[in-house]
T-cell receptor, first 114, second 113 residues
Framework: KAGVTQTPRYLIKTRGQQVTLSCSPISGHRSVSWYQQTPGQGLQFLFEYFSETQRNKGNFPGRFSGRQFSNSRSEMNVSTLELGDSALYLC?????????????FGPGTRLTVL | GDSVTQMEGPVTLSEEAFLTINCTYTATGYPSLFWYVQYPGEGLQLLLKATKADDKGSNKGFEATYRKETTSFHLEKGSVQVSDSAVYFC????????????FGQGTRLTINP
């Protein structure tokens, strides 16, 4: 079974631009979560989507948004990029009814904001 | 709010040494506890998990026991290998409905031959 895939793997943008990152979950998984990883703040939860609905949200500004499609693929968007948005963005998927909240992570998208 | 605290890194050991990475948590109720590992240039991989008090998670020679009384989930391995060099994250999840992991800050482990 293929793992979680994320595209693109690397991205360079300039301040003020916007960016869209994509995540394809493991087949059959309906929950997709997004995390931001930075050296200073570590791993922080952004949001989670389940069956096309945002089910949980972390403490990030409204510039960070996401959506999920009917095939469970998810995108996250960051508008008006700031230097501090440079990070590794990880998505994770999990199966419905998973008892232990086990999440499977993709390799991440490395975003650099110049 | 919920939080996870790991021992400060980096940790450097010689091959075949004993490893302990401390992890304590703050959360109400009975969270599920996890150890994830991140190899250079890769995403996170689940190493082991425990879902209730006194459960022991184990995988690839690593072990961790869910201690409710000390709110701890320390990671141990009896004999480390060079291939164990990575960053290790302790994490918790409170709700079985919503998938949200709260991570510790990570501990970078380097094993020298």
């Amino acid at each position: 079974k293929a793992g979680v895939t994320q595209t693109p793997r690397y991205l360079i943008k300039t301040r003020g631009q916007q960016v869209t990152l994509s995540c394809s979950p493991i087949s059959g998984h309906r929950s997709v979560s997004w995390y931001q990883q930075t050296p200073g703040q570590g791993l922080q939860f952004l949001f989670e989507y389940f069956s096309e609905t945002q089910r949980n949200k972390g403490n990030f500004p409204g510039r960070f948004s996401g959506r999920q499609f009917s095939n469970s693929r998810s995108e996250m968007n960051v508008s008006t990029l700031e230097l501090g948005d440079s990070a590794l963005y990880l998505c994770a998927s999990s199966a419905p009814g998973t008892a232990y909240n086990e999440q499977f992570f993709g390799p991440g998208t490395r975003l650099t904001v110049l | 709010g919920d939080s996870v605290t790991q021992m400060e890194g980096p940790v450097t050991l010689s091959e075949e040494a004993f490893l302990t990475i401390n992890c304590t948590y703050t959360a109400t109720g009975y969270p599920s506890l996890f150890w994830y590992v991140q190899y250079p240039g890769e995403g996170l991989q689940l190493l082991l998990k425990a879902t209730k008090a006194d459960d022991k998670g184990s995988n690839k020679g690593f072990e961790a026991t869910y201690r409710k009384e000390t709110t701890s989930f320390h990671l141990e391995k009896g004999s480390v290998q060079v291939s164990d060099s990575a960053v290790y994250f302790c994490a918790l999840s409170r709700s079985q409905g919503a998938q949200k992991l709260v991570f510790g800050q990570g501990t970078r482990l380097t094993i020298n031959p």
